[in-house]
């Protein structure tokens, strides 16, 4: 049996419930592959598990592993897996449920990994997996927009916010945003105009929007209202119960759970290829150092872009 390193834990809490142990992966079943990680990506979701917060979702049983996005080389697949091979170098997701890709070895499906574009590093691919699908899906479920529209995007230097500003201007829609008021410079260098601060006055920019991304889902809905177009849609990344009951009734608000989709997958991959969608990196940590870095993650820092953990 191979051993690999991975960061795991063995009940729900804080950061001090994170150890770096060896583990024994599982050999890849039906539809799964198993990935050695060169490089994965933190994000807000990580933390929202390890807390326990998501556990009617994720379960009771430990150790479990922690961490979704990763980028890597396919080292084993298994039955009904023709799509990847054996050293393919992809980038993905780990399910909500299985997670465990801040490690050296990884399980996991393979409708939520894509080959990885040659120029990309593993560093660059392992940031956009999670952030990229969110904002794909969510400027085009249940339509692609078209140029010349126009889309509002409040928390615009996020990891979502900054894949969604770049991907709307990619299919030719104009971007405005909300920022804080310290990170203007960085909104405008990525083409958000008009730019407002959190607290903005919505009815300074009323009726101009066809899409309104919050992805801080801090946007009262009577502002996200005020500044959709006749038609447009809301969309809200962060779910409460609330919000799940307000989406399932008829109207523009919609809470997205984003899913692991090949071909959307494929083309946020395709994005980063091309060099149109890229993320900030703000901190690269090594396997055998992340859980500090994790520890500071938990409290906002770094800010400004993403930790990536490497191995090997
Ligand atoms: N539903 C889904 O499928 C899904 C998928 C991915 C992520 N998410 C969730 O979506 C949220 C965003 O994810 P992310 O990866 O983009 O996180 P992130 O990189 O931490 O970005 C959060 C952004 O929100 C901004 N922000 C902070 N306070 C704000 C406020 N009061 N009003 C507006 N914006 C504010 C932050 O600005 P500063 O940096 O200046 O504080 C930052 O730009 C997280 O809660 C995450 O769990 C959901």
């Known amino acids: 049996m191979t051993t690999a390193k991975r960061i795991q834990y063995h009940q729900y809490g804080g950061p001090e419930v994170l150890r770096l142990e060896d583990f024994e992966p599982a050999r890849p079943g039906t539809g799964e592959i198993l990935v050695r990680v060169r490089a994965a990506a933190a994000n807000p979701m990580d933390w929202k598990i390890r807390d ?19 980028a890597g080389v396919v080292e084993a ?3 009904g897996v023709t ?14 449920k299985t997670a465990g890709a801040f490690a050296e070895l990884v399980v996991v499906e393979a409708k939520g990994v894509v080959k990885k574009p040659a120029d990309l590093s593993f560093e660059d691919a392992a940031a956009i997996p999670t952030v990229g699908i969110t904002a794909f899906q969510a400027l085009t479920n249940p339509r692609k927009p078209q140029p010349g529209q126009a889309v509002f995007v409040h928390g615009c230097l996020g990891g979502v916010g900054r894949s969604a500003v770049q991907l709307a201007s990619m299919y030719g829609v104009s971007v405005a945003g909300s920022c804080r008021a310290t990170a203007t410079q960085d909104a405008r260098d990525l083409g958000v105009d008009p730019l407002v601060e959190f607290d903005f006055d919505p009815t300074t920019l ?19 209202q005020t500044l959709l177009k006749s038609g447009g849609r809301i969309v809200d990344i962060t779910p409460t119960p609330a919000k799940f009951a307000r989406s399932a009734l008829p109207g523009p608000f919609k809470v997205l759970i984003a899913q692991a989709v090949t071909k959307d997958l494929e083309e946020v991959a395709r994005a980063a290829g091309q060099g149109t969608l890229r993320l900030p990196i703000a901190r690269t940590v090594p396997l055998t150092r992340a859980i500090a870095a994790l520890t500071e993650f938990d409290r906002g820092i770094p800010k400004g872009g993403k930790l990536i953990i490497t191995t090997g």
Do not use: Y
């Open 52 to 70: 326990g917060g998501m556990k009617m979702l994720t379960g009771r049983s430990f150790p479990r592993g922690l961490g979704h996005d990763f």
């Open 77 to 79: 697949v298994g039955d």
């Open 83 to 96: 799509r990847l091979g054996v050293g393919d170098e992809v980038l993905g997701g780990a399910s909500l």
């Open 206 to 224: 009323r009726g101009r929007f066809d899409i309104v991304l919050d992805t801080a889902g801090t946007l009262p809905i009577k502002a996200a």
